[in-house]
């Protein structure tokens, strides 16, 4: 699956990270990369509740994402990072407390820039 990006820095840490900024409608593109089996793992950081979710099932996760990106409609970015190794990694920022990591299978993901 193709994922549109353009280039927005390239960071060292242990390994050489492109980031990108994602284009398109994250929607549609995270509802494809889950047809396509291409999310390996999915983790959700919500800064602003007390308490600690424990859903753990990708899907349901996978369902509050949809959920959430469609609520706050406007207010999501997301960023690829991809490592000199080949790890894919989207992290969505939607509003200001709300993060989502998500690890892509490298095989089923082309990054397009442009």
């Known amino acids: 699956m193709e994922i549109k990006v353009e280039l927005e820095k390239q960071e060292k840490f242990e390994d050489i990270y492109r980031i990108y900024t994602v284009r ?10 889950w047809e396509e089996n291409a999310v390996i793992e999915i983790h ?5 509740s007390l308490m600690d979710d424990m859903i753990e099932d990708g899907e349901e996760l996978f369902k509050r994402l949809i959920r959430e990106l469609e609520q706050n409609e406007g207010l999501a970015q997301a960023r690829l990072l991809v490592s000199s190794k080949g790890r894919i990694s989207l992290i969505v920022k939607i509003g200001a407390y709300i993060t989502w990591r998500i690890l892509l299978d490298r095989k089923k993901v082309e990054v397009v820039e442009g």
């Open 44 to 48: 959700e950081e919500n800064e602003a």
């Open 24 to 33: 398109g409608d994250l929607k549609e593109i995270f509802l494809r990369l």
